[in-house]
């Protein structure tokens, strides 16, 4: 499946470090798309706080 222009637009903004997710449901999101691979598009002041939910639902998902 091709990531949409949209998509690829919100890739590029957050993966190339020109914008931080500073939104817990935001980071979650990108999080659950994208995997650990996008944790440093997440605020520091979220970052850990995000990560942590992330595995709780990923490891309450198996």
């Known amino acids: 499946m091709k990531p949409s222009d949209i998509e690829k637009e ?3 903004k957050y ?3 020109n914008v931080l997710i500073t ?3 935001e980071a979650l ?3 659950s798309i994208h995997g650990e691979k996008c944790e440093k598009a997440i605020d520091i002041s979220i970052r ?3 990560c ?3 595995i709780a ?3 309450n998902n198996k």
């Open 29 to 31: 999101n990108i999080l």
């Open 52 to 54: 942590k939910a992330y």
């Open 15 to 17: 993966t190339m470090g």
């Open 10 to 12: 919100a890739i590029e």
């Open 23 to 25: 939104d817990l449901g």
């Open 48 to 50: 850990a706080e995000a």
């Open 57 to 59: 639902s990923k490891n």
